[in-house]
């Protein structure tokens, strides 16, 4: 690769700056910023953009995976999916889980940073462990939390059982399945709103700390009236982050309860996406869903973005 | 995962804090004490109390785990739960990595986040040199075109995606995983910011010097930018590591599949009979990235925040 200078002709070697001239398009610039671009630029269009484009174009024709023969039926697959009997259980589902583990992972999460956020002995190691199950593969979590759940010899009815309570079982009632799953995904996800809410604890602006001690402010005035506001933005980016990524879970699903029990006992829309395409050969059936979601997912973007704006 | 584009909160890697609501995990507050009277004992027992149900809440289920790998059968069926394995059964992993070629997926998830990484980094690295500090007609309009890959969820490109690369006869082989995922918007984003973040001066004084544009990036700027430049490494290794569906898609057998799919094929063989084989392979799945996390935790928790928390 050649080295090009960043060169303004009309730098003189004097100190004096030069008057601002509209910059001319340099030939050579452009040409190394298209050689450092472009295969990056290329890899999303190709992989990102176009399957984007083509599975909305695709979701109006009925075709299966693994054929190229392909019939269209214009907006059927849409109707079929808003009129089918088990959409409104996997429509509930995934507005449980999602909401659920919104919820429950920014409570816990914003606890535990207040609660590491003071001077303990042994702090730096919990944060740590707090942490770490948020890098640890949601497939392993998954696999390892069946037996943790296990209602006949797992962790859950051991501990369960020494408070003299029987074990749910988690894997043949839909309700405690959802539960099982919510609860894991929380399990693994609080490290990271944990990590998020203690960098904005740190980060914030601490000057008026000093006028609640003046004033006696009590612990849990100054919390609500003076840090949570503080930690709004970080509040609403998280909301929206975790939202979007509880949304998209598939690796917990599948190694866990795979939809069921009972068909649909945990059928998230993402799980129904994979079933429709991959196991009933009905990709457009399939791809529609995925465009359904994907809407929402504009949707729930174009909002934050917007918020964001206000903010700043 | 969302972004917001405005500066992160940094100090750039010269040392000098540019901001002062640094977010650094590690560094204590400065807190001014309390009155004691009214935060005494009591406050600090409960906070240990806390502390103490928060180490058991994770410790627990992780401890559970990895005895449990290490467990005969009976063992494994027993009630009340045991907390230690008796007898040990180290064959658990003899089995797993023999039977279950587990050093096949081992070897796989090395090679295929490797190469992801290598890849991701270094295009994420050079296109956000590109954005930050060369002129050239669009820039804004591509800048946005790379960020807003983020916002695409992967369920709408994998059927798409599985068509072409199925078609390119590229199921069951690296580059079907790979070529696809190798595209990079969150670490472009994150090196754009941090390169705006330099002192102007630098890039100044390298350009007086003639100092050529590309040897700027590995003279200069890059030195600058270790801290943010391991950060958004350790971030792509995790993620990739972690890869779940996509590779699940793609790859049939143990030749290509990476750990998570090895697990889940291990899982449905041994069904829901034996344990301990599957809780080996569970933490033979976890502990390399375990290992490089507690190695490194810094800069992942600076990578992750770094998009997050307003500077």
Redesign the interface.
């Known amino acids: 690769?050649?080295?090009?200078?960043?060169?303004d002709p009309a730098?003189g070697a004097d100190q004096a700056t030069p008057p601002r001239r509209k910059?001319r398009?340099?030939w050579r610039?452009?040409g190394?910023?298209?050689a450092?671009?472009l295969?990056?630029?290329i890899?999303?269009?190709v992989?990102?953009?176009?399957?984007?484009i083509?599975?909305i174009r695709?979701s109006f024709f009925h075709w299966n995976?693994?054929s190229t023969r392909r019939r269209f039926i214009g907006l059927d697959n849409y109707v079929e999916w808003f009129t089918a009997s088990t959409t409104p259980t996997i429509v509930f589902n995934t507005v449980v889980f999602t909401v659920a583990a919104v919820a429950g992972s920014m409570i816990i999460g914003l606890a535990?940073a207040l609660?590491?956020?003071?001077?303990?002995?042994?702090?730096?190691a919990?944060?740590?462990?707090?942490?770490?199950?948020y890098?640890?593969?949601?497939?392993?979590i998954g696999?390892?939390?069946?037996?943790?759940f296990?209602p006949?010899?797992?962790?859950v009815q051991?501990l369960l059982?020494k408070i003299g309570l029987d074990s749910p079982n988690f894997y043949q009632v839909p309700g405690w399945a959802l539960f099982m799953l919510t609860v894991t995904y929380i399990?693994k996800n609080v490290g990271?709103t944990f990590?998020?809410y203690?960098?904005?604890?740190?980060?914030?602006?601490?000057d008026l700390?000093?006028a609640a001690?003046i004033d006696?402010t009590s612990?849990w005035r100054h919390l609500t009236r003076v840090v949570l506001p503080q930690l709004r933005?970080?509040t609403f980016?998280?909301s929206?982050?975790v939202l979007?990524?509880s949304?998209?879970v598939?690796?917990l699903i599948?190694?866990m309860t795979q939809g069921g029990p009972l068909g649909t006992g945990t059928m998230t829309m993402?799980f129904q996406?994979?079933e429709e395409?991959?196991n009933n050969s009905r990709?457009g059936y399939?791809?529609a869903i995925?465009?359904i979601?994907?809407t929402v997912?504009?949707i729930i973007?174009v909002i934050?973005v917007r918020v964001?704006d206000r903010q700043? | 995962?969302?972004a917001?584009i405005?500066t992160p909160?940094a100090r750039d890697d010269a040392g000098n804090v540019r901001k002062p609501?640094?977010?650094?995990?590690?560094?204590?507050?400065r807190?001014?004490p309390?009155?004691p009277n009214?935060?005494g004992a009591l406050a600090k027992v409960f906070?240990?109390g806390?502390?103490l149900l928060?180490?058991a809440?994770?410790?627990?289920?992780?401890y559970?785990?990895v005895i449990?790998s290490f467990k005969t059968h009976p063992d494994?069926?027993?009630?009340?739960?045991t907390w230690w394995p008796n007898p040990w059964a180290p064959e658990n992993y003899s089995y797993v990595t023999e039977t279950m070629r587990f050093g096949l997926y081992l070897r796989n998830s090395v090679i295929i986040t490797t190469i992801l990484t290598v890849v991701q980094v270094t295009?994420?690295v050079?296109?956000a040199?590109?954005?930050a500090?060369?002129?050239?007609?669009g820039?804004n309009i591509?800048f946005i075109?790379?960020i807003a890959?983020l916002?695409?969820?992967?369920?709408?490109?994998?059927?798409?995606?599985?068509?072409?690369v199925?078609g390119l006869g590229w199921r069951n082989t690296f580059q079907g995983i790979i070529?696809?995922?190798?595209?990079?918007?969150f670490g472009?984003f994150l090196m754009r910011n941090h390169f705006l973040s330099l002192p102007k001066e630098i890039?100044e004084a390298?350009?007086?010097d003639?100092?050529?544009?590309?040897?700027?990036l590995f003279r200069v700027v890059l030195p600058m930018s270790w801290p943010t430049v391991a950060a958004f490494t350790l971030i792509t290794i995790?993620t990739e590591?972690?890869g779940?569906?996509w590779p699940?898609?793609i790859s049939d057998t143990a030749d290509v599949a990476p750990?998570?799919?090895g697990?889940?094929q291990l899982?449905q063989n041994e069904g829901?009979t034996n344990?301990g084989p599957?809780?080996a392979?569970?933490v033979i799945?976890?502990l390399p990235?375990?290992i490089v996390?507690?190695l490194l935790?810094k800069q992942?928790?600076k990578g992750?925040?770094a998009g997050?928390?307003?500077g």
């Open positions: 690769m050649t080295s090009s200078t960043i060169s730098a910059p398009t340099n610039e452009v190394l910023a298209a450092l671009i295969p990056n630029l890899l999303l269009i992989f990102t953009y176009r399957p984007l083509e599975n695709l995976i693994s535990l609660l590491l956020d003071q001077k303990l002995l042994g702090r730096g919990v944060r740590s462990l707090v942490f770490a199950p890098v640890i593969a949601g497939a392993a696999v390892a939390f069946q037996f943790v296990d006949g010899f797992g962790l051991d059982g399990w990271y990590v998020i203690l960098a904005a604890l740190q980060g914030r602006r601490k700390d000093e001690e006696g612990r933005p970080t980016f998280l929206v982050t979007l990524s949304f998209q598939f690796d599948n190694v993402i996406v994979y395409t991959f990709a399939g791809a995925a465009t979601m994907f997912v504009l973007t934050q964001q700043d | 995962m969302t917001r405005d909160p609501e640094e977010a650094a995990v590690a560094t204590p507050v807190r001014h309390r009155d009214e935060s906070g240990y806390a502390l928060t180490v809440m994770i410790a627990v289920p992780l559970f785990i449990t494994i069926y027993s009630d009340p739960i295009l994420g050079l296109s040199y590109a954005f500090f060369l002129r050239f007609p820039r591509l075109v790379v890959a916002m695409v969820p992967n369920q709408i490109t994998i059927i798409t995606n599985y068509t072409l199925a070529v696809p995922l190798a595209g990079v918007a472009a890039m390298a350009r007086l003639g100092t050529g544009f590309v040897r700027t995790v590591w972690n779940y569906l699940f898609l750990l998570p799919i697990l889940t899982q829901l344990w599957v809780m392979g569970t799945t976890t990235i375990l996390f507690l935790q992942m928790i992750l925040t997050a928390v307003k």
